[in-house]
């Protein structure tokens, strides 16, 4: 990697295991715990049935994680044949990535609710032991629905999606003396780190030189911004609205506005675990396909919110979920939505699909960064490796989803990010070339 080892780069990730712990960011809970009647058992047919019924699966309290706990709720996983399945809380993406090492054989879990790019890095071998993990990424969990928040300090200074705001508080922070400004992520390399570098390095600042980019999980994100340890972050909801309805900072913008309809968490499993039980594997990929439709209904997002807000889930008021959820936001600033259409998705538009070029795009920004090597024959050939979109297909069409809802191209085409930048799948170098700010 160049200027950016491997032994670096676990470092960096593995500063959240040690503050892992699950802070309690939460004043109330729900108003009321919503009962969820199960749903009846499909007609499995006997060639067909789980080789197991039993899966342990992980997920972080961020609302993408949803389809897995709608799924648990609404009794979907035991709707095909899966009647022991577990959901279990994990406090921070490296202890994700950890447990998934140890597999549930080793008191681990089998897959999680998961940040894109982890797949790739477990089974390239940037694990907690620094062995190869292999794994499959089996869906999509979302699009869209995450942000970046500013500190109420900096609110004069405009910062939102295009200008020079950030750019000009930099400037003055480092003519005044200051240290660098403190910027948070979720997990080097993720997602959110990605969105985040993304969006300063399009406004001119270079992120791994001009500010300081800290992990932290994401339940930490409030608590630190209310002790001034930070100046921005980048993170999925609650925390957003949560940092707004604590009157502790604002949105800048909402990642749908940087691009539209982005990919975002994915669900993955353990390679061996898939290979080994792939009927059990399809019936879980079936329950979540059927969770992400329930989930994307309108009708039923308030009750989709009031069950994930649960104590057991993810313990904050329903008000800072569904708001968003529903396309209304307050981004604390002034500027109100009260029908964002690029808010979070679970299954239209293709969002469950996990498109390759999706993954390619993910392997190519953390090239950019040189957080794994640049070598673009490699990438492809582990895109084709950790994308099962062939085991997604095959679900969908067992679930009955509509022929004309299953794609047919293993690509979505060419993306437009928010600064008139183009990614074309078919000529990543290309677009890697063409970045200004980067690393490698």
């Known amino acids: 990697m160049s200027q950016f080892s491997r032994r670096k780069f676990m470092l960096v990730a593995g500063i959240t ?80 990535r950890d447990n998934l090492e140890t597999g549930s054989a080793g008191g681990g879990i089998d897959g999680a609710h998961i940040l894109s790019p982890m797949p790739y890095f477990m089974t390239m071998g940037m694990t907690k032991t620094k062995q190869p993990v292999p794994m499959y990424i089996l869906a999509r969990l979302n699009t869209n629905g995450q942000a970046i928040s500013v500190a109420n300090t900096y609110k004069d200074a405009k910062i939102q999606l295009k200008g020079a705001g950030f750019k000009d508080v930099l400037a003055k922070t480092k003519s005044g003396g200051k240290g660098d400004l403190k910027v948070a992520i979720t997990f080097p390399g993720g997602t959110h780190d990605l969105w985040m570098r993304y969006w300063l390095a399009a406004n001119g600042v270079d992120p791994g030189k001009d500010v300081s980019i800290v992990p932290v999980p994401p339940p930490q994100m409030v608590s630190n911004m209310k002790t001034a340890s930070m100046e921005a972050f980048c993170v999925g909801e609650p925390w957003n609205a949560r940092l707004v309805n604590q009157k502790l900072g604002y949105t800048a913008l909402v990642t749908g506005e940087l691009w539209k309809d982005h990919p975002e968490k994915a669900f993955a499993m353990r390679a061996d675990w898939v290979d080994k039980h792939p009927k059990a594997a399809k019936a879980i990929l ?44 307050d ?32 392997l190519t920004e953390n090239m950019r960064w040189g957080n794994i090597p640049t070598d673009f024959v490699k990438a492809k050939e582990l895109v084709k490796k950790v994308n099962r979109e062939d085991l997604w297909k095959a679900a969908a069409t067992a679930l009955k989803v509509d022929a004309k809802q299953i794609p047919t191209s293993t690509s979505r085409g060419v993306e437009t990010f928010f600064d008139g930048v183009k990614f074309d799948p078919a000529k990543p170098e290309a677009y890697l070339k063409s970045l200004k700010i980067k690393k490698a």
């Open 17 to 96: 295991t040690a503050a892992s712990v699950l802070t309690n960011a939460c004043s109330q809970k729900s108003s009321s715990d919503p009962t969820t009647s199960k749903s009846p058992a499909a007609n499995i047919a006997a060639g067909d049935a789980p080789e197991v019924t039993t899966a342990k699966l992980g997920f972080i309290p961020l609302t993408d994680s949803a389809p897995l706990i709608i799924a648990k709720e609404k009794g979907l996983f035991e709707k095909y044949g899966m009647k022991d399945v577990e959901v279990l809380k994990q406090t921070s993406w490296p202890v994700t």
């Open 286 to 329: 079936m329950a979540i396909q059927e969770a992400q439709q329930w989930c994307d209904k309108s009708e039923n997002k308030e009750e989709m919110c009031k069950i994930v807000a649960m104590p057991k889930w993810f313990d904050v008021p329903v008000a800072d979920i569904l708001g968003r959820m529903q396309g209304k936001i």
């Open 331 to 362: 981004y604390g600033d002034g500027r109100i939505e009260t029908a964002y259409p690029n808010s979070m998705k679970f299954w239209a538009n293709n969002t469950s699909y996990p498109y390759q070029s999706h993954d390619l795009w993910f």
